[in-house]
C-alpha cells in the first residue's frame, strides 16, 4: 500500500510509527507538517522513530526524546496543529466522459448564485436569533432598523434595535416562542437618522416543528400591508397628528400588558414548578439526612478501618524497610561478587545477574526476563538451558568444565533455587574461573612428569633411600649400569647390594651425616669392585630431600668416573701437545702477518708503476722509444699483479678444496716448451742463458695441460727471478722409469739448508726483511707442489747452500698413449686467430670508459668490425641494429648487470639475435663467478685483466665452435 506523507490524509489510532532517514529529504516546512501529521497519528502515549541523522527540532511541544542516540521520542499529550487542506476532489472512476460532470457542477453553481442573488434582492431584510436574542445571521441590509451600540461589540437584537422596535420585538420573540407559529406585529414605527418610518416585523419559529432542543427565530422587517382604499382616502381624511399619537400609544400599552401578561403566566408557571422543585428538595433533604447519618456511621467505621490500615501500613513499611534493606544487601553483595553468577526462574527466564556475568555470558540490563537459550554465551556450553531444566526437576546440582572463546577454562556450576518454603523455582549459575588452577594442575602434572622424565633420561644413576639406607627408587641408568643383573633392588638395603660391595665406612658415615643434620656430600670418590664391571671409580653424592608425607629421604647419586680420570690423564698429555701446536699456531700467525705485510708491498708496487708511467704518458711529452718503454713498463705491472691476484685466488681454491683438474693426456715436452717461450723474453731482459733438454719421446701423462704449465711457469719464474744477471738457467725434461721428469737448475741465490723443509710452504719466504732484492708472495711453490700431488706427482728442492743456486725437481706418473692435446700457450694468440675476427661484428659492454676504449682498440687492430655501448639497455637497441656475430660484456654494471642482460638476449631466440656467442670479460672471477656465469647463458668466463692475445684466442675459437654449430631448422 502506498501512502503519500505530503497530500494523503493520516492514519490514526497508532502506537509505533517508524520513518527512517526520510525526512532528511524534506524540505523545512514539509518536516513541520510531516511531524504534525505524526503528532496527530499517534495515541497518547505512543512512540516515534527516526533515522540515525534525523532529529525532531526543540520547542514544539509535540514529542518528548526517549533515547536520543537511538532516536526514540514519546507524543506529548498537546493539541494536535495539524491543518488539512482543501479537498482537491476525487477523480471519478466511470468511464463517462469528464465534460458531463463538469457540466452538472457548473449548472449547481449558477442555480445555488441565482437563488442567493434573488434572496438578496426579494427577501425582505432580517436576522436569525436564538432563544436569548442573540444574531446568529444577518439577512439583506438591516442598517434601517439595527445599528451597532457603541463599547464592547455584541450581537443582543434588543441592544442593536432603534428606537420603536424594541417592545415588538420582544412582544413577537415571546408569542412565536409560547404558539411556536409565525408571528406578525404590523404598523410598527421605528426611527432612523431623525426619520420615521412603518414596517411590519415577522417573527418565524425555526425548530419548532421538528421539536429541536435549540430553537431559532427568523426576524424579518417587511415593508407594510396598506389597503388601496385606504390609501386613496388619505388625502380626504387624513387623522390629526395627536390622534395618530395616542392611537400608536394605545397599541403600544396594549401590547406592553399582553406582554406582561405573557410575563405573569410564564411567571406563575415557573413559580408553580420551583414550588414542585421545592417540595422534591424537601423529601430529598430528609433522605440525604437520612444519608447523612448512615455516612456518620460508615465514617466512624472508615476511621476504624482506617486505623487498622495505618497499623497495618506502619507493618508494611516496616516491612519494606526490611526488604529494602535486605534487597540493597543482595544488590551490594552480587554487585562485588567476583564471580559470574545467574538467577533464572522457572522457566528458565533471567532475573538477576551479578556484573562478572556480563562479559562472560554476553548479558545486557535489558536482558531480565529473557529465556537463558536467548542469550549465547562467550563460553562452549552445550544444551545449557536443557541442563537448567534438569536441575529444576530433579534438585541435585550439575557442575562440569567449559572452555571459553579465548582459551580460557571455567567451572559451570548450576544448582536448584531453593525458596523459604523449600520450594525450587529457578536455579543458580555460577561461573568460577579456573584457568590457572586448571594450569597450574597441568603445569604440575607436567613438571612432575618431566621431572620423572629427566630423573629416567639423566645418565647419572640415581637412587632414593629412605631411614633405613633402604633403596626406594631408582632411575635407568642405575639399574643399567649398576646393577646388571636385573634383579629388583626396590626395597633392597644399599649395603647389602651386591655383596655389600657399597657397604664402606666412607658412605655409611657421608649418609649417616646428611640423616642427621641434613648436610649433603659431593665428590666423595671410592674404588670399588663391582660384578662383571671388574675396579671402577665412583663418585657419590647426596642430599635430603624434604617429603610432607613421610620421613626425610636421601638422594644419591652414584658416578661411574673411570673413564673421567683416563681421560683427565690423556687430556694432560693432549694439553701438553696443544702447547706446542699454539706455539707453532702463533708463529704461522706471525708468519701471515708478515705475508699480509708483503702483500701490502707487492700489490702497491705495480700500481706505483701503472700510476706513475699513466702520468707520464699524461702530462710528458714523449717521442715514440720513450712512450714505449712506459707501455712495456705499464705492462709488465699489469701483468704482475694479475699474476698476484691469480696466485692468491689458486691457494683460496687450494684451501677451499674447490680447485678443479681438467684431466686428459698431456705432453710434458710440449707444456715445457711453451712455459719456456713465455718467460723467454723476461730472461732475455736479465741477460740469462736459458737452456733446455727436452725429451719427445717420453709418453704422455694424465694431467690438466694449464695447471701443468702453471707448475713450469712457476717454477721458471722463480728461477729467473732468484738468478742474477747473465746467469743460466736449465730446464730438463724426461723419463725417469714410468714417470715424468722435468727439473729446473738455477746458478743463482740457492736456498738455506734450515728453510728447506719450508719451501713449499704457504706465505712462507726466506727473505723477510724490507731490504730484500727480488719481489714475491712466496705462494708460487705452494701452489705448485698441490698441483703436482693433485696429478699423483711429487716435487723436491735441493740447494748445496746461500749463493750456490738450486735444483727443482718434478716427477708425474706417464701413460702409454699419444698426446691427444696440447697446451696452448700464454702470452701469445693462436696462429691464425687474429686473421678469424677480420670482418666479424663484435658487440662490447662495458661501463668503465678506459676499459671500453682500450677493448675497443685492442679489437679493431684484428679488422673486427667493433661497437661499445655503456649500458645494457643501450645494449638491447644495438643488438637489433648491428646483429653482432660475438659479444663481450662485462657482468659488475649499474641498473642493469650482464647475468640479467644475458637472460634478454637469450629469450630473444635465434630469430632475434639471441643465439649470439658471448664471453664475461669481469673483475668478479672466482669458481662461483664462473659457475653463475655459464647458467646465465655466457659460453666463457674471463678474468680482468686480460692480455690481448688471450682475448683475440677466446673470441677465435667462440666464432669457429658457432660456426660449426648446425644451423637450426625452418
Same mark, same amino acid.
Not at 621431572?451 to 629412605?466: F, G, M, R, S
Not at 671402577?536 to 653424592?541: C, K, Q, V
Not at 701490502?600 to 702530462?619: A, D, K, W
Given at each position: 500500500?502506498?501512502? %503519500?506523507?505530503?497530500?494523503?490524509?493520516?492514519?490514526?489510532?497508532?502506537?509505533?510509527?517508524?520513518?527512517?532517514?526520510?525526512?532528511?529529504?524534506?524540505?523545512?516546512?514539509?518536516?513541520?507538517?510531516?511531524?504534525?501529521?505524526?503528532?496527530?497519528?499517534?495515541?497518547?502515549?505512543?512512540?516515534?522513530?527516526?533515522?540515525?541523522?534525523?532529529?525532531?527540532?526543540?520547542?514544539?511541544?509535540?514529542?518528548?526524546?526517549?533515547?536520543?542516540?537511538?532516536?526514540?521520542?514519546?507524543?506529548?499529550?498537546?493539541?494536535?496543529?495539524?491543518?488539512?487542506?482543501?479537498?482537491?476532489?476525487?477523480?471519478?472512476?466511470?468511464?463517462?466522459?469528464?465534460?458531463?460532470?463538469?457540466?452538472?457542477?457548473?449548472?449547481?453553481?449558477?442555480?445555488?448564485?441565482?437563488?442567493?442573488?434573488?434572496?438578496?434582492?426579494?427577501?425582505?431584510?432580517?436576522?436569525?436569533?436564538?432563544?436569548?436574542?442573540?444574531? =446568529?445571521?444577518?439577512?439583506?441590509?438591516?442598517?434601517?432598523?439595527?445599528?451597532?451600540?457603541?463599547?464592547?461589540?455584541?450581537?443582543? $437584537?434588543?441592544?442593536?434595535?432603534?428606537?420603536?422596535?424594541?417592545?415588538?420585538?420582544?412582544?413577537?420573540?415571546?408569542?412565536?416562542?409560547?404558539?411556536?407559529?409565525?408571528?406578525?406585529?404590523?404598523?410598527?414605527?421605528?426611527?432612523?437618522?431623525?426619520?420615521?418610518?412603518?414596517?411590519?416585523?415577522?417573527?418565524?419559529?425555526?425548530?419548532?416543528?421538528?421539536?429541536?432542543?435549540?430553537?431559532?427565530?427568523?426576524?424579518?422587517?417587511?415593508?407594510?400591508?396598506?389597503?388601496?382604499?385606504?390609501?386613496?382616502?388619505?388625502?380626504?381624511?387624513?387623522?390629526?397628528?395627536? %390622534?395618530?399619537?395616542?392611537?400608536?400609544?394605545?397599541? %403600544?400599552?396594549?401590547?406592553?400588558?399582553?406582554?406582561?401578561?405573557?410575563?405573569?403566566?410564564?411567571?406563575?408557571?415557573?413559580?408553580?414548578?420551583?414550588?414542585?422543585?421545592?417540595?422534591?428538595?424537601?423529601?430529598?433533604?430528609?433522605? $440525604?439526612?437520612?444519608?447523612?447519618?448512615?455516612?456518620?456511621?460508615?465514617?466512624?467505621?472508615?476511621?476504624?478501618?482506617?486505623? !487498622?490500615?495505618?497499623?497495618?501500613?506502619?507493618?508494611?513499611?516496616?516491612?519494606?524497610?526490611?526488604?529494602?534493606?535486605?534487597?540493597?544487601?543482595?544488590?551490594?553483595?552480587?554487585?562485588?561478587? !567476583?564471580?559470574?553468577? =545467574?538467577?533464572?526462574?522457572?522457566?528458565?527466564?533471567?532475573?538477576?545477574?551479578?556484573?562478572?556475568?556480563?562479559?562472560?555470558?554476553?548479558?545486557? @540490563?535489558?536482558?531480565?526476563?529473557?529465556?537463558?537459550?536467548?542469550? &549465547?554465551?562467550?563460553?562452549?556450553?552445550?544444551?545449557? %538451558?536443557?541442563?537448567?531444566?534438569?536441575?529444576?526437576?530433579?534438585?541435585?546440582?550439575?557442575?562440569?568444565?567449559?572452555?571459553?572463546?579465548?582459551?580460557?577454562?571455567?567451572?559451570?556450576?548450576?544448582?536448584?533455587?531453593?525458596?523459604?518454603?523449600?520450594?525450587?523455582?529457578?536455579?543458580?549459575?555460577?561461573?568460577?574461573?579456573?584457568?590457572?588452577?586448571?594450569?597450574?594442575?597441568?603445569?604440575?602434572?607436567?613438571?612432575?612428569?618431566?621431572?620423572?622424565? +629427566?630423573?629416567?633420561?639423566?645418565? /647419572?644413576?640415581?637412587?632414593?633411600?629412605?631411614?633405613?639406607?633402604?633403596?626406594?627408587?631408582?632411575?635407568?641408568?642405575?639399574?643399567?649400569?649398576?646393577?646388571?643383573?636385573?634383579?629388583?633392588?626396590?626395597?633392597?638395603?644399599?649395603?647389602?647390594?651386591?655383596?655389600?660391595?657399597?657397604?664402606?665406612?666412607?658412605?655409611?658415615?657421608?649418609?649417616?651425616?646428611?640423616?642427621?643434620?641434613?648436610?649433603?656430600?659431593?665428590? $666423595?670418590?671410592?674404588?670399588?669392585?663391582?660384578?662383571?664391571?671388574?675396579?671402577?671409580?665412583?663418585?657419590?653424592?647426596?642430599?635430603?630431600?624434604?617429603?610432607?608425607? =613421610?620421613?626425610?629421604?636421601?638422594?644419591?647419586?652414584? *658416578?661411574?668416573?673411570?673413564?673421567?680420570?683416563?681421560?683427565?690423564?690423556?687430556?694432560?698429555?693432549?694439553?701438553?701437545?696443544?702447547?706446542?701446536? &699454539?706455539?707453532?699456531?702463533?708463529?704461522?700467525?706471525?708468519?701471515?702477518?708478515?705475508?699480509?705485510?708483503?702483500?701490502?708491498?707487492?700489490?702497491?708496487?705495480?700500481?706505483?708503476?701503472?700510476?706513475?708511467?699513466?702520468?707520464?704518458?699524461?702530462? /710528458?711529452?714523449?717521442?715514440?722509444?720513450? +712512450?714505449?718503454?712506459?707501455?712495456?713498463?705499464?705492462?709488465?705491472?699489469?701483468?704482475?699483479?694479475?699474476?698476484?691476484?691469480?696466485?692468491?685466488?689458486?691457494?683460496?681454491?687450494?684451501?677451499?678444496?674447490?680447485?678443479?683438474?681438467?684431466?686428459?693426456?698431456?705432453?710434458?715436452?710440449?707444456?715445457?716448451?711453451?712455459?719456456? !717461450?713465455?718467460?723467454?723474453?723476461?730472461?732475455?731482459?736479465?741477460?740469462?742463458?736459458?737452456?733446455?733438454?727436452?725429451?719427445?719421446?717420453?709418453?704422455?701423462?694424465? #694431467?690438466?695441460?694449464?695447471?701443468?704449465?702453471?707448475?713450469?711457469?712457476?717454477?721458471?719464474?722463480?728461477?729467473?727471478?732468484?738468478?742474477? *744477471?747473465?746467469?743460466?738457467?736449465?730446464?730438463?725434461?724426461?723419463?725417469?722409469?714410468?714417470?715424468?721428469?722435468?727439473?729446473?737448475?738455477?746458478?743463482?741465490?740457492?736456498?738455506?739448508?734450515?728453510?728447506?723443509?719450508?719451501?713449499?710452504?704457504?706465505?712462507?719466504?726466506?727473505?723477510?726483511?724490507?731490504?730484500?732484492?727480488?719481489? #714475491?708472495?712466496?705462494?708460487?711453490?705452494?701452489?705448485?707442489?698441490?698441483?703436482?700431488?693433485?696429478?699423483? #706427482?711429487?716435487?723436491?728442492?735441493?740447494? @748445496?747452500?746461500?749463493?750456490?743456486?738450486?735444483?727443482?725437481?718434478?716427477?708425474?706418473?706417464?701413460?702409454?698413449?699419444?698426446?691427444?692435446?696440447?697446451?696452448?700457450?700464454?702470452?701469445?694468440?693462436?696462429?691464425?686467430?687474429?686473421?678469424?675476427?677480420?670482418? =666479424?661484428?663484435?658487440?662490447?659492454?662495458?661501463?668503465?670508459?678506459? +676499459?671500453? !676504449?682500450?677493448?675497443?682498440?685492442?679489437?679493431?687492430?684484428?679488422?673486427?668490425?667493433?661497437?661499445?655501448?655503456?649500458?645494457?639497455?643501450?645494449?638491447?637497441?644495438?643488438?637489433?641494429?648491428?646483429?653482432? *656475430?660475438?659479444?663481450?660484456?662485462?657482468?659488475?654494471?649499474?641498473?642493469?648487470?650482464?647475468?640479467?642482460?644475458?637472460?634478454?638476449?637469450?629469450?630473444?631466440?635465434?630469430?632475434?639475435?639471441?643465439?649470439?656467442?658471448?664471453?664475461?670479460? +669481469?673483475?668478479?672471477?672466482?669458481?662461483?663467478?664462473?659457475?653463475?656465469?655459464? *647458467?646465465?647463458?655466457?659460453?666463457?668466463?674471463?678474468?680482468?685483466?686480460?692480455?690481448? #692475445?688471450?682475448?683475440?684466442?677466446?673470441?677465435?675459437?667462440?666464432?669457429?665452435?658457432?660456426?660449426?654449430? @648446425?644451423?637450426?631448422?625452418?
Amino acid at each position: 500500500m502506498k501512502h %503519500d506523507l505530503s497530500s494523503d490524509p493520516p492514519f490514526s489510532k497508532l502506537d509505533l510509527v517508524s520513518c527512517r532517514n526520510v525526512l532528511i529529504y524534506f524540505g523545512p516546512q514539509l518536516q513541520e507538517r510531516v511531524i504534525a501529521m505524526f503528532h496527530f497519528a499517534l495515541n497518547s502515549p505512543g512512540f516515534l522513530l527516526l533515522g540515525r541523522a534525523e532529529n525532531i527540532p526543540d520547542g514544539r511541544g509535540l514529542f518528548s526524546a526517549v533515547d536520543k542516540e537511538s532516536k526514540v521520542f514519546a507524543r506529548m499529550s498537546g493539541r494536535s496543529v495539524l491543518r488539512f487542506a482543501p479537498s482537491r476532489g476525487i477523480v471519478p472512476s466511470s468511464p463517462s466522459p469528464p465534460d458531463v460532470n463538469l457540466r452538472v457542477h457548473s449548472v449547481d453553481n449558477l442555480l445555488r448564485e441565482s437563488e442567493n442573488e434573488l434572496l438578496e434582492r426579494y427577501v425582505p431584510p432580517g436576522v436569525i436569533v436564538d432563544e436569548r436574542m442573540e444574531i =446568529v445571521r444577518f439577512r439583506g441590509r438591516t442598517g434601517a432598523y439595527l445599528e451597532v451600540a457603541s463599547g464592547k461589540p455584541q450581537y443582543d $437584537l434588543l441592544r442593536m434595535a432603534r428606537p420603536g422596535l424594541i417592545a415588538d420585538l420582544r412582544i413577537g420573540i415571546a408569542q412565536a416562542k409560547m404558539s411556536g407559529t409565525i408571528v406578525r406585529r404590523a404598523g410598527v414605527r421605528v426611527d432612523a437618522n431623525g426619520a420615521s418610518r412603518v414596517c411590519d416585523i415577522v417573527v418565524i419559529p425555526i425548530g419548532a416543528r421538528i421539536a429541536a432542543r435549540n430553537l431559532l427565530f427568523a426576524v424579518m422587517f417587511e415593508e407594510p400591508r396598506v389597503p388601496a382604499v385606504e390609501a386613496r382616502a388619505l388625502p380626504e381624511a387624513a387623522p390629526a397628528p395627536s %390622534d395618530e399619537r395616542v392611537d400608536k400609544l394605545e397599541a %403600544d400599552l396594549g401590547a406592553t400588558r399582553a406582554y406582561l401578561q405573557s410575563i405573569i403566566d410564564e411567571h406563575q408557571r415557573t413559580n408553580d414548578d420551583l414550588v414542585s422543585a421545592n417540595e422534591e428538595l424537601l423529601s430529598s433533604n430528609e433522605e $440525604l439526612q437520612s444519608l447523612n447519618e448512615e455516612l456518620e456511621t460508615a465514617k466512624e467505621e472508615l476511621q476504624s478501618t482506617n486505623e !487498622e490500615l495505618s497499623t497495618l501500613n506502619e507493618e508494611l513499611q516496616t516491612r519494606n524497610a526490611e526488604v529494602h534493606e535486605v534487597n540493597s544487601d543482595l544488590i551490594n553483595i552480587l554487585g562485588s561478587v !567476583e564471580v559470574p553468577i =545467574v538467577i533464572v526462574d522457572g522457566g528458565r527466564r533471567i532475573r538477576r545477574f551479578t556484573p562478572k556475568a556480563r562479559p562472560i555470558l554476553n548479558l545486557l @540490563p535489558t536482558d531480565v526476563g529473557r529465556p537463558i537459550d536467548d542469550i &549465547k554465551p562467550t563460553l562452549e556450553i552445550h544444551d545449557l %538451558d536443557q541442563k537448567i531444566a534438569d536441575v529444576v526437576d530433579t534438585g541435585s546440582a550439575n557442575e562440569e568444565e567449559v572452555q571459553g572463546a579465548n582459551g580460557r577454562w571455567f567451572r559451570l556450576q548450576i544448582r536448584p533455587y531453593v525458596t523459604l518454603e523449600k520450594r525450587i523455582e529457578g536455579a543458580v549459575i555460577s561461573v568460577v574461573d579456573i584457568d590457572v588452577l586448571k594450569r597450574a594442575l597441568g603445569a604440575a602434572e607436567w613438571a612432575r612428569d618431566y621431572a620423572k622424565a +629427566t630423573v629416567e633420561a639423566v645418565q /647419572t644413576p640415581l637412587i632414593v633411600l629412605d631411614a633405613g639406607y633402604r633403596i626406594t627408587s631408582a632411575n635407568r641408568a642405575f639399574r643399567d649400569h649398576l646393577n646388571p643383573g636385573g634383579e629388583d633392588i626396590a626395597g633392597s638395603s644399599l649395603f647389602a647390594l651386591h655383596g655389600g660391595v657399597f657397604g664402606t665406612a666412607e658412605l655409611r658415615s657421608a649418609l649417616a651425616s646428611v640423616f642427621a643434620r641434613r648436610e649433603h656430600f659431593e665428590k $666423595l670418590e671410592l674404588a670399588l669392585d663391582l660384578p662383571r664391571l671388574g675396579i671402577r671409580t665412583l663418585s657419590f653424592s647426596g642430599r635430603a630431600v624434604a617429603m610432607p608425607t =613421610v620421613e626425610q629421604l636421601v638422594l644419591l647419586a652414584v *658416578e661411574d668416573i673411570t673413564d673421567r680420570r683416563r681421560d683427565e690423564a690423556e687430556r694432560r698429555r693432549l694439553l701438553a701437545e696443544a702447547e706446542t701446536a &699454539k706455539a707453532s699456531a702463533e708463529a704461522a700467525n706471525r708468519a701471515k702477518d708478515e705475508f699480509l705485510a708483503m702483500l701490502s708491498h707487492e700489490l702497491r708496487t705495480p700500481l706505483s708503476t701503472l700510476l706513475m708511467h699513466g702520468e707520464l704518458l699524461v702530462h /710528458t711529452p714523449m717521442d715514440a722509444p720513450a +712512450t714505449q718503454r712506459a707501455g712495456e713498463a705499464i705492462s709488465r705491472a699489469a701483468r704482475a699483479q694479475a699474476q698476484l691476484i691469480d696466485d692468491l685466488l689458486d691457494v683460496s681454491r687450494i684451501v677451499a678444496g674447490k680447485l678443479r683438474m681438467d684431466m686428459q693426456p698431456t705432453s710434458l715436452t710440449s707444456t715445457a716448451r711453451e712455459a719456456i !717461450e713465455v718467460v723467454r723474453a723476461a730472461a732475455e731482459r736479465k741477460d740469462i742463458t736459458l737452456e733446455s733438454h727436452l725429451d719427445d719421446t717420453i709418453p704422455t701423462c694424465a #694431467g690438466d695441460p694449464a695447471r701443468l704449465q702453471q707448475v713450469l711457469w712457476n717454477l721458471l719464474t722463480n728461477a729467473i727471478k732468484f738468478t742474477p *744477471e747473465h746467469g743460466r738457467v736449465v730446464v730438463t725434461v724426461d723419463a725417469d722409469g714410468d714417470r715424468g721428469r722435468i727439473r729446473v737448475q738455477d746458478n743463482g741465490v740457492g736456498i738455506e739448508p734450515s728453510f728447506l723443509p719450508h719451501v713449499f710452504q704457504r706465505f712462507r719466504q726466506e727473505d723477510r726483511v724490507l731490504t730484500r732484492t727480488v719481489g #714475491g708472495l712466496g705462494l708460487g711453490p705452494g701452489i705448485v707442489r698441490y698441483v703436482v700431488e693433485a696429478h699423483g #706427482g711429487t716435487v723436491e728442492v735441493e740447494s @748445496p747452500g746461500k749463493g750456490k743456486g738450486a735444483t727443482f725437481t718434478v716427477l708425474i706418473p706417464l701413460v702409454k698413449a699419444q698426446p691427444a692435446r696440447v697446451a696452448r700457450g700464454w702470452g701469445a694468440p693462436a696462429r691464425g686467430a687474429a686473421e678469424a675476427l677480420e670482418g =666479424v661484428r663484435i658487440l662490447v659492454v662495458e661501463d668503465d670508459p678506459g +676499459t671500453r !676504449e682500450t677493448l675497443v682498440t685492442m679489437l679493431r687492430m684484428t679488422g673486427a668490425e667493433v661497437r661499445a655501448v655503456a649500458s645494457a639497455s643501450t645494449a638491447m637497441t644495438c643488438l637489433g641494429e648491428l646483429r653482432p *656475430e660475438l659479444l663481450v660484456c662485462d657482468i659488475a654494471m649499474p641498473e642493469e648487470d650482464g647475468y640479467s642482460l644475458i637472460a634478454r638476449i637469450r629469450a630473444l631466440g635465434p630469430a632475434g639475435g639471441g643465439d649470439v656467442p658471448a664471453l664475461a670479460l +669481469t673483475a668478479l672471477a672466482g669458481d662461483e663467478d664462473r659457475r653463475r656465469a655459464a *647458467e646465465a647463458g655466457f659460453q666463457m668466463h674471463m678474468a680482468k685483466p686480460v692480455d690481448i #692475445g688471450r682475448l683475440v684466442t677466446a673470441l677465435a675459437q667462440l666464432r669457429a665452435e658457432s660456426l660449426q654449430r @648446425p644451423t637450426p631448422g625452418p
